[in-house]
Every structure is written in C-alpha cells, then in structure tokens.
C-alpha cells in the first residue's frame, strides 16, 4: 500500500524514509552507477531531500518496496537548478499547482518482465496521482529518460516535452510537463488491473501496525 | 535545405499537430513533410520481432520506397538485417552506418544494405522504441542526403518517439486486432471466457479441456503479457486487442 510522507507526518515514518535512502542508493547507485549520487554512508540524499519534499513510499507488509519523490515547482527542484537548459524550448513550468517527480523506483525484487514494476510500479504512480488529485496539483514535471515515454504514453498519459532530448549520465532524457486529472488515474489503473485505491486510508494506524 | 532550420520547432510544431490528426493516413502525410525537411525522404514505422518472426505483420505505417517492402520480404532479408538486429539490441537512436555487421562472414547483410541503397535509401536514421508491455518498435528513415547534425538527431528523437505513440493510438481505436498479437489461439479463447466471466472449470467443458490444461494457457498468457492476475491479463489483452 501506498504510505503518503510530508514534514506534517514525517516524525512517524523516519526509520522507513532512511530506509528508502538506502533503497535508492542501491538503485541509483550501486544498479544504476549514477557515480555522482554515491554517499559513504550509502545513503542516496540530496539538496531536494529537504522538508518540501514529499515522500510516496511503497510498503507491502512493513517492506519498502518501491517509491517516489514530489518537490514543489516553486521551490529549487531538479529541473530548475541543475538542468534549466533542457526546458529551453517551452520553458520550466514554474506554479503552486505544479509538482516535480523525481526518484521513482522499484527494488529489484519487485520489477516483473522487460519493462520495470509491473504491479508494483502501477502502485507507486496510482499513488502519485492520488495524492495529487487529493491535493489540486494539476501538473508534473519530470526529467524521464526517453525509453520510458512509450510505456506513460500508453497508460494514457500526456507528456508535453520542454526541450530537445539530452544524454544524461549515458541515457538520452527529456524535460516534460504531464498535465494530470481523474481520467489520467482512470486509465493508469486500468492499465495495470488496479482497482481500489493505492494510498492507504489510515495512515497513522497502518504504520503503528506495521511497527508492531 | 537552409541551414537556419530550427530543428525544435520543427519537432515541436508536429508534436503539438499529432493530437489533431485523427487517422493513420494524416499521421502518415504529416510525418512526410516534417521529415523532408530533415532530408529524409522515406520511412516506416514499425513493431521489430525477433527473427524467425516475419516483420511484416507488425508493420505500423510504411513510407518506404514503391517496391522496397515487397523485395525485402521476398528475399527473406530481415532476418539477416544487421539495422534491424542492432535495433533489437540498443534504446540508442543510430545512424545506420553504425549498425555493425561483418560483410566477410555475413554476406547476406552485406547484401541487403547494398539492394537498399539501389532502392534510394542510402542513408538512414532510426529511433528504437521499447513499447509498453515490452515490445520493440522503431521509426527508422532514409534519404539520400540527409541532415546528420546532432540537434537534428535530437529533434528526430522526439519526433519518432511521439509519431510512434500517436499510430499505437490510433491503431488500437482502428484496427480489427490483426496486428502485434502474441497471445495463441489457445490462450485468446481462455482469456477471452474468463472476459465472459467463466471459471477455469467452465472453460474446459466449454472447450473440451482439462481444466489443469485451461490454468497451463491462462500462466501462458499471463506470462507474455506481462500480468499478475488473471483479470489483469484479460485487461491487457483486451486493451492491446489480443481479444
């Protein structure tokens, strides 16, 4: 289930954030070889890692098993301040309403078949975009590699890109803004056979249990 | 050809035309003229099997050359296409001069690159696409003399990325379901009873299997499209037209 983690809650979910660092350096890092990203403490945090940041955590039965990160436009993000040159066509989508993803994952474990996640990865992006209809946030803007577009465009998604593609750290990536609605969370469901809600009803209580 | 062309407005301007366009043929005619304007003055858009597979059926949108399709598939070629074998095996675009072949111990590649070239298609370009549930397409092009100047490759990059997702669209509104199917016979009528909202053991009486034998298809497909649960996979295979 989908655990939704900001500075309003983030004092009960702090043994499962520093987990999910750990995550992300063996995704980022230790799988991916982004060398740049690599912590001594194995730990993979960055300036963005801060109290703006909203935490989408993927808990099945007290594991982390998958996860993302949502910072808000109107603060330094990503795409703003490391790279504003691949937004140089459209220009960087900056507004209260407009949220940058970053850090979308899954364990190993968890990925199925050619394309990464199945169930799980449905999971993580059903639960971004709850909380984001939750919330009114009406756009996301990202920095996807290329190869990931075919797989957005067919859980029905619009990707407006913001500038030409660039390789990045050996993958050609591209700036997009996606526009997000109730259709967007309809047809991603549909695409991965996800029917009820990803983001748990009680968060407080689910994760008292899954520490007992 | 000016060199003052802007490449991403080019890439742009169609990218924001191909919500418009509501057929294949538009997609097709518009897709044309962007890529004149790169040089390239052929082109396909289409789903990349592995061999022994035939290319044919998987064909999206064919731009190529009168008489080009029909040699190709006659002589048996994709088989022995070293463009097509490095498609399989990168999420890079390539020129196709950067496909690599030996023309001493494979002659047959050899051959194809060099009836290719007597047909026009001299110089391509072509942007691998891992579409979703894991199967390779491409958009691959050629010309003549076409524009090879990175911030072209980039702008095409996206173009192909894009044209590609719009003829899936339109294609899975379209077609009668004859294309990309992977399921067996078998396994689309079990998947398409459980759609009907049959039981494994209504299944085999209807079909006149064991009911061990209906699972054994239902793992089977689940497995090809890539699904967790049954209903998953009667929901892929009926999104992706299998049933």
Redesign the interface.
């Known amino acids: 289930m989908i655990h939704v983690v900001t500075s309003a809650n983030r004092h009960f979910y702090e043994s499962e954030l520093l987990t999910h660092f750990r995550l992300r350096h063996e995704v980022y890092v230790a799988e991916r070889n982004w060398k740049e990203l690599e912590r001594a403490d194995g730990l993979e945090r960055d300036q963005f890692d801060n109290q703006v940041a909203t935490y989408i955590l993927a808990i099945d039965k007290a594991e982390i098993v998958g996860g993302s990160r949502l910072i808000p436009t109107t603060h330094p993000h990503l795409l703003s301040e490391v790279f504003p040159h691949l937004a140089s066509v459209r220009g960087l989508p900056r507004a209260a309403d407009t949220y940058e993803l970053t850090r979308m994952f899954v364990i190993k474990s968890r990925r199925e078949g050619r394309m990464m996640g199945g169930q799980t990865r449905g999971m993580v992006i059903c639960g971004v975009l709850e909380h984001c209809l939750d919330n009114g946030i009406g756009d996301l803007t990202a920095l996807v590699e290329m190869f990931w577009l075919p797989l957005f465009h067919a859980m029905g998604w619009k990707l407006i890109p913001l500038g030409l593609p660039e390789l990045i750290s050996g993958e050609w990536s591209v700036a997009v803004k996606m526009p997000i609605d109730k259709t967007t969370l309809e047809s991603t469901r549909a695409f991965h056979g996800i029917t009820g809600r990803a983001v748990v009803a009680n968060q407080l209580a689910s994760v008292a249990g899954t520490a007992a | 050809m000016g060199q003052s062309l802007d490449?991403?407005?080019v890439?742009?301007d169609l990218?924001d035309d191909l919500d418009g366009l509501t057929t294949v043929g538009k997609v097709m005619t518009r897709l044309g003229t962007t890529l004149a304007e790169f040089g390239y003055t052929s082109f396909l858009i289409t789903g990349v099997p592995e061999p022994p597979q035939k290319l044919e059926p998987y064909i999206l949108l064919n731009g190529w050359p009168r008489g080009w399709t029909e040699h190709y598939t006659r002589s048996n070629y994709y088989a022995d296409d070293p463009v097509a074998a490095w498609c399989r095996r990168t999420?890079?675009?390539f020129e196709w001069s950067q496909a690599p072949f030996d023309a001493e111990r494979s002659p047959r590649a050899a051959e194809v690159v060099n009836v290719a070239r007597e047909f026009g298609l001299d110089h391509g370009f072509l942007v691998p696409?891992?579409?979703?549930?894991?199967f390779q397409?491409c958009v691959t092009m050629a010309g003549e003399r076409p524009n090879c100047e990175p911030?072209a490759k980039?702008?095409l990059?996206?173009i192909g990325?894009?044209a590609?997702?719009r003829c899936?669209?339109l294609i899975g509104c379209e077609s009668d379901g004859q294309r990309r199917r992977i399921l067996s016979e078998r396994e689309r009528d079990v998947l398409a009873w459980s759609a009907e909202g049959k039981s494994s053991w209504e299944i085999a009486t209807i079909l006149g299997l064991s009911e061990r034998t209906v699972n054994w298809h239902v793992e089977q497909a689940k497995k090809k499209l890539?699904?967790?649960?049954r209903?998953?996979a009667v929901?892929?295979a009926l999104?992706s037209g299998e049933i």
């Open positions: 490449y991403s407005k890439a742009f990218i999420v890079n675009p696409i891992v579409a979703s549930m894991g397409a911030r980039r702008a990059h996206l990325m894009y590609h997702a899936t669209a890539d699904a967790v649960t209903t998953q929901i892929k999104r």
